[in-house]
């Protein structure tokens, strides 16, 4: 576990975090919750950059979009009354979910992002509510949507080059419903064997602005555009639900743990489920 640290350092900034990174580039990381870093270290790090005394931990409205600090815990997330009444409690439900007390006391939603690893809880949920990353490398301050992050170049940055301060989910997803549907092999296990996102809005009976987002079974969380265009414009009922779901089957293309066939099956059933969770959500707002 981390023998090769020869050096911490605990800025208060996120000038100053930056700086030290690309000065001790590529043998520094970041580490703030540390679940990650301590459980898979990088034999080539070095230093370490501590940033849990930069104010990045928080929950807020500004300007009419939610705001979350990347050092935010699991559990603050959890625990966050603002984070309960938007899009149906989608966050924080997800965070409860995160595996044990002890992780969601340490882990944050910026390492699970920035580590998206196929099985993390965050990504799937933030992109289902168009969030955006903010993040800092030294240069320029950059914006750009989850899903970008995650299946782009930036995380082979973030957390060596660059930092990722916050996420920013505009205002009208605080409306939003949003279902979660997680199959693994115990309700604890971190390692999920599919996770599915659906998110919509109702509009005279009629979904609007569909999002349905698959996690461990690519690489990375991954949206399906055909299957939200199925959704798209038309009245709920159940064989809709059901072509999205094939709409998923038919163009998901799954990594190893368990066979693809299985897991293209186990998708499509969630997907189904999540949708239909989602419509009955929106029936209890109206």
């Not at 990045?56 to 009354?81: C, E, N, P, W």
Request: charged share 25%; proline share 4%; glycine share 6%.
């Amino acid at each position: 576990m981390l023998k090769n640290i020869e050096v911490f350092y605990f800025p208060e900034t996120v000038k100053d975090a930056v700086r030290l990174l690309n000065r001790h580039a590529p043998h520094a990381a970041v580490i703030a919750g540390g679940t990650l870093i301590t459980k898979s270290p990088n034999l080539s790090t070095r230093v370490l950059v501590d940033i849990r005394g930069i104010d990045m931990d928080y929950v807020k409205v500004q300007a009419g979009r939610l705001r979350i600090g990347a050092r935010t815990s699991f559990q603050s997330l959890a625990d966050s009354k603002l984070l309960q009444k938007w899009a149906g409690g989608a966050l924080s439900r997800a965070a409860a979910a995160v595996t044990t007390h002890l992780i969601r006391n340490a882990g944050t939603i910026g390492g699970d992002v920035a580590r998206a690893l196929p099985y993390n809880d965050m990504p799937p949920v933030l992109m289902a509510l168009d969030a955006e990353a903010v993040i800092v490398d030294g240069k320029k301050t950059r914006t750009l949507p989850v899903e970008e992050m995650v299946r782009g170049h930036m995380w082979r940055i973030v957390g060596r080059r660059a930092l990722l301060t916050e996420f920013r989910l505009p205002s009208e997803t605080r409306k939003r419903a949003c279902a979660i549907a997680r199959f693994a092999r115990s309700a604890s296990d971190w390692e999920a064997m599919v996770h599915a996102v659906a998110s919509m809005e109702k509009s005279r009976g009629i979904c609007r602005n569909a999002r349905i987002v698959l996690g461990a079974v690519t690489r990375h969380a991954q949206r399906f555009p055909q299957a939200e265009a199925v959704l798209e414009g038309k009245p709920y009922s159940e064989s809709l639900a059901a072509e999205a779901a094939q709409a998923v089957f038919d163009g998901l293309t799954p990594v190893s743990r368990a066979s693809a066939e299985y897991r293209r099956e186990v998708a499509s059933v969630l997907v189904r489920r999540a949708i239909r969770e989602v419509w009955n959500e929106n029936e209890t707002q109206q």
